[in-house]
């Protein structure tokens, strides 16, 4: 049996200083957007969580939905012009 002890020098052999990259940073960044969406459709969700779904509350959740959907497709295709260059 091999003890834990003999691979903790490899598990901490990089240094971690707790902080995000600039690469994660720029990552996040570029999808704050649908971050944003997703969690205004958690919202929406949370509040229906203890009580029936109106009319008014199904227009939110759809609005929501789709809101989400047109990031997610305006995230994808961002990154169909970042890595052709730009070209359409």
């Given at each position: 049996m091999m003890s834990i002890a003999a691979l903790q020098a490899v598990v901490t052999a990089t240094g971690f200083d707790g902080e995000p990259s600039d690469a994660e940073?720029?990552?996040?960044e570029w999808e704050m957007p649908l971050i944003l969406a997703e969690v205004d459709l958690l919202d929406v969700e949370i509040d229906l969580l203890d009580r029936?779904?109106?009319?008014?509350?199904?227009?939110?959740?759809?609005?929501?939905?789709?809101?989400?959907?047109?990031?997610?497709?305006?995230?994808?295709n961002r990154a169909g012009l970042a890595s052709t260059g730009g070209a359409a």
């Open positions: 940073l720029d990552a996040i029936p779904a109106t009319v008014l509350d199904e227009r939110r959740i759809r609005r929501a939905r789709n809101r989400v959907l047109v990031e997610r497709r305006d995230l994808t």
